[in-house]
């Protein structure tokens, strides 16, 4: 069975990142998201890429967990949803300007992330798989009930919190491109801890975990670090996504469908990869958009995103990368 | 990506019917719940706006000063879920051009699509949302038709006083939106009114299994029972109730009991009550559009199936939207919304008129709620209006068995 | 006091219910370490199947139970060779994304055939009457069901050839191979006793509670709180498991706003995970 494990890509690792060709590659990508839509002031284009931006966010942070340290984590929207919540209760309760709201979401979401990690990190495999969803659905479950935060009804905020930005129109570009931002540095966020010792760890540690540990690898203390880590950054996009929506309420907050369309995105692309997960969530949400509108098949994008899974799992566990590098090696040098 | 997009707004487009090259066209988006636990609301909704579209057309359109305007209706299903909702609407606004806005179904659904109509600054017709919070969100662009959530149950209240003034009542009820800004309002009233409030709980939207509950509505020996929430959990928690004999005076459930499909409970429906924003019987004479009768006739003529009152409301939406078009002669936004603010006016749904304040903007003031209850005539299970005494066609039956 | 009383005996009639459905999940995770995640679906599908045969063929609800046990043995053999059989022995990863992803695909259908509107199969039996309260008839039944389905798989598990080998291969897939046991065979078996009990399990819930094609998810969750409670491959621990869930959710359900009960189960759940992670009545040795 050809190697497309992560280890087997490690290629350029003593040069500085910023000579690498792929920190420019993620450069053009981000510029592109950011510049496609200002061309005729396309509002379509930048919902679409909005969402994708979305997407390539939660899809590039859960495969520091699922990728790399081969971690499952079947609950990773509830970073989201917190971030979500935190932020707009700070922005929409007390009155708080967008910038510290949102420092503060990814701040106390990584915490709690710390937190709930030194509990659940020394389940295995499946245990830890189902305590993130038991995580998920019990954070849910009491947001729902704590009324500070609106409880079951949810908190709104008032068409005022857009008067800072210039009004309603403007606020969506500037929330746009903080997205568009906040996806960017996900990917470099990536791509920085594949090419680094804690990465090698991780990796390790997805491989083997009992070898890596007795190579010497801190693996609880790795672990830990690794969920904190990917947890700030979906918690900045729940912030900025919640905000743009001026009302979150649970269900949607905690939506674990988007967990699972993150965890299909990363095995779509390539487990492992960062690019993978940037195209995987690309297609997908490309795919999912028209699937949505379209009368026939708005019903089956979960038979679509299933069948998608079960075929990349049975027959191309590399996924789309794992594909490409497999018949083109050299992309390996280019592209991580 | 944009040829996706396009190919799917063609597809759309192509499937609405063909309309003559010389009208213009107006578009009115919205999103419903094809599927999903709102779905049989929703659906009775929608079916009301078409019969107003199909019947404006057939008339020839919407007469705008020289122009006569042909209604087309964008639409995409939100699956009942508040996550898609957004995201259709800027759909609809931006990709298909919708010039004016419909509601989805339900309260929750209604919040989040609100955020859309004052972003892009449309109009959008509430006529499935009741709660009142939206309105204090500085929003320009609603306009509800239906009686908001803090009323519904006042009838029912007012009616249980009338034949049990300390009566103990049990207030249980969904968690969402809708339902707990009902019971918020309906608890003060209840207090006001002289009860004795002996359990005031909220259960989970998606709850199946009521029996803790119900053990202790029992254990509570309340008289009363008022709550629910919409259509899925208060047929079951109606019919769960009747199944454990938990032998209460009077219900009152919110939504379930006001669709037709009720009727499928048999004896579990009987003696249930319901606050309703319209029933078939009503009499009011309305100084725009069809009267109620006539409404009745025409809907079941085309759907072969009899009206509630989110069909009225639906209807009721677009028939309200048609006589502002036709006041501000124009469908520029802040023309007929200029218009909506300064109408009161009364049609087979009842009394129409909007509050203007700013802390307000957009929340019926005028129209009225009435309390129905499933009765047998002749061996048979149907709703009369049972409150206020003006309007009744029956007398309240209390207790219930 | 008395309705803290009638909300333990429903909450134990529910909970053994609730215990069947974890049954099966536990048998398939003792005997080849699989989570089975299409756990939920074959839970539905049990529901499906008896709304099918009682509305369309018209067969009295309780009859159709052996039908369904023996479909959803037969479902549960052919979800194994389609989907498990090549990964066994390949990361776990990978087998609990594909039965997550098999679950995705028959959820997907469902909706797209059934909607995702609320289904009710109309049994109506006499209940019992205590004092104020009513045990509906239907509940009874259930749990005295169950009780007979758990103790036929008692029976097989302990006293036939088949049974032990079943017991063989969860203990040492090995040195039950290099015993002579046919493995492949007893774990697609496994398997398919797995599915049926989820189905039954679906099947009975459904006589009590009406359902939803989206119900599956909420009762698999259930199933893992009852598996982690009762221990792995245990499935005596997995019956006492689910009549304690049961008895956990009656009981909260007298002393708290019953919309805390899901945060209560979720917390549990949490807590046993990381304090037994073989569960409180661990059987199976690591």
């Not at chain 3, 389609?82 to 028959?106: K, Y």
Request: aromatic fraction near 12%.
């Amino acid at each position: 069975m050809k190697d497309t494990t992560p280890s087997a890509t490690a290629g350029v690792r003593h040069q500085p990142l910023y000579r690498r060709p792929f920190f420019w590659i993620i450069a053009l990508v981000t510029a592109a998201f950011a510049g496609a839509p200002l061309i005729g002031n396309n509002v379509e284009l930048r919902e679409g890429l909005l969402l994708a931006a979305v997407y390539i966010i939660l899809a590039s942070n859960l495969n520091i967990m699922l990728g790399y340290a081969g971690y499952i984590n079947f609950g990773s929207i509830v970073f989201f949803g917190l971030g979500g919540y935190i932020c707009v209760y700070l922005v929409g309760s007390l009155n708080w300007p967008l910038a510290a709201a949102e420092l503060v979401a990814g701040l106390v979401v990584s915490l709690l992330a710390f937190l709930f990690g030194l509990g659940i990190l020394r389940l295995r495999g499946a245990f830890f798989a189902l305590a993130t969803i038991g995580i998920n659905e019990g954070v849910q479950a009491f947001v729902a009930n704590f009324e500070p935060w609106g409880g079951s009804a949810g908190l709104y905020l008032p068409t005022t919190i857009f008067a800072p930005f210039g009004g309603p129109m403007q606020a969506l570009w500037i929330v746009y491109f903080l997205v568009v931002a906040v996806m960017g540095a996900s990917l470099y966020l990536s791509y920085a801890v594949k090419a680094s010792k804690f990465g090698l760890g991780l990796i390790a540690i997805g491989q083997n975990e009992d070898a890596a540990i007795v190579l010497g690898v801190p693996a609880p203390l790795y672990k830990a670090f690794a969920y904190s880590l990917s947890a700030f950054l979906p918690a900045l996009a729940g912030g900025l996504y919640f905000f743009k929506s001026a009302f979150i309420q649970p269900p949607d907050a905690f939506d674990l469908g988007l967990s699972t369309e993150a965890m299909v995105i990363v095995m779509l692309g390539g487990r492992g990869t960062v690019t993978g997960a940037a195209v995987g969530a690309y297609l997908y949400e490309e795919l999912r958009g028209y699937l949505l509108t379209s009368e026939t098949f708005s019903n089956f994008q979960l038979v679509v995103a299933g069948v998608l899974l079960l075929l990349i799992v049975l027959f191309v566990p590399g996924g789309l990368m794992g594909w490409i590098y497999g018949r083109w090696p050299r992309m390996k040098t280019v592209l991580e | 990506m944009r040829n996706l997009l396009l190919l799917a707004a063609v597809a759309a487009f192509a499937a609405t019917p063909a309309l003559a090259a010389d009208d213009e066209t107006l578009t009115v988006g919205m999103t419903l719940s094809q599927t999903g636990p709102l779905n049989i609301d929703s659906l009775a909704q929608v079916r009301g706006s078409e019969l107003w579209r199909d019947e404006v057309n057939d008339a020839g359109g919407l007469k705008v000063g020289d122009k006569r305007y042909k209604i087309r209706f964008a639409s995409y299903d939100d699956q009942s879920q508040g996550g898609r909702v957004q995201q259709l609407y800027t759909r609809l606004i931006v990709q298909d051009k919708a010039q004016f806005l419909f509601s989805p179904y339900s309260s929750g659904l209604c919040n989040t699509a609100a955020v859309i109509s004052e972003q892009y600054g449309r109009i959008m017709l509430i006529t499935g949302g009741a709660e009142p919070k939206t309105y204090t969100l500085g929003n320009k662009y609603l306009v509800q038709t239906i009686t908001s959530a803090d009323h519904y149950l006042t009838g029912a209240i007012n009616a249980l006083e009338s034949k049990s003034p300390h009566a103990k009542i049990a207030i249980v009820y969904s968690d969402d939106p809708f339902s707990k800004a009902v019971a918020t309002a309906a608890r003060e009233q209840a207090k006001e009114s002289g009860f004795n409030i002996v359990l005031d709980e909220s259960y989970a939207p998606a709850t199946t299994d009521f029996s803790p509950i119900i053990n202790k509505i029992i254990a509570s020996s309340a008289d009363g029972l008022i709550g629910g929430g919409h259509y899925a959990d208060g047929a079951t928690l109606a019919r769960q109730v009747y199944d454990q004999k938990a032998d209460l005076k009077f219900i009152s459930l919110l939504v379930a009991p006001d669709s037709p499909e009720f009727a499928s409970l048999g004896p579990a429906a009987l003696g249930i009550t319901v606050p309703s924003q319209w029933e078939i019987q009503a009499t009011y004479k309305p100084q725009i559009g069809p009267a109620g009768a006539a409404f009745v006739t025409a809907f079941e003529a085309k759907f072969k199936a009899e009206p509630d009152y989110h069909s009225a409301a639906g209807y009721s939406g677009g028939l309200l939207l048609q006589h502002a078009i036709e006041q501000a002669q124009s469908i520029d936004t802040d023309k007929v919304i200029a218009a909506f603010n300064a109408m009161d006016v009364t049609t087979f749904f009842g009394r129409f008129k909007i509050a203007t304040d700013p802390g307000h903007h957009g929340l019926q003031v005028a129209h009225e709620m009435v309390l129905a209850q499933w009765q047998k005539k002749n061996e048979k299970l149907q709703r009369e209006v049972v409150w206020p005494k003006a309007a009744q066609t029956a007398d309240l039956i209390y207790p219930l068995h | 006091m008395l309705g803290t009383i009638a909300s333990i005996i429903d909450g134990v009639l529910i909970g053994s219910v609730y215990g069947l459905a974890a049954m099966g999940l536990t048998l398939i995770w003792g005997v080849m370490g699989v989570v089975n995640l299409t756990h939920g679906a074959a839970i539905v599908a049990g529901m499906f199947a008896l709304y099918l045969l009682t509305s369309a063929l018209s067969v009295p609800a309780y009859a159709a139970l052996p039908v369904i046990l023996i479909g959803g043995f037969l479902v549960g053999v052919g979800l194994y060779w389609i989907a498990v059989h090549r990964l066994i022995g390949r990361p776990p990863l990978m087998i609990l994304l594909s039965t997550f992803a098999v679950n995705l695909v028959v959820i997907g259908l469902g909706t797209a055939v059934w909607g995702t509107g609320l289904f009710n199969i109309p049994v109506t039996l006499p209940g019992v009457t205590w004092h104020r309260y009513t045990f509906p008839g239907t509940h009874i039944l259930a749990a005295a069901l169950t009780a007979v389905i758990a103790g036929a798989m008692y029976v097989f598990l302990y006293h036939t050839r088949l049974g032990k080998a079943v017991r063989a291969v969860a203990n040492n897939r090995e040195a039950a191979e290099l015993a002579g046991i046919p493995t492949t065979r007893v774990l697609s078996l496994s398997f398919g006793l797995g599915v049926a009990l989820a189905g039954a399990a679906g099947m009975l819930i459904s006589t009590m509670f009406p359902f939803t094609v989206l119900a599956g998810d909420a009762y698999q969750l259930k199933s893992f709180v009852v598996t982690a409670l009762g221990g792995l491959g245990n499935p005596a621990g997995a019956l006492v498991g689910g009549v304690a869930l049961g008895l956990v959710e009656g009981f909260a359900a007298q002393y708290m706003p019953v919309s805390w009960t899901l945060v209560i189960e979720f917390v549990l759940f949490v807590f046993v995970l990381i304090l037994f992670p073989r569960g409180i009545f661990a059987f199976r040795r690591t």
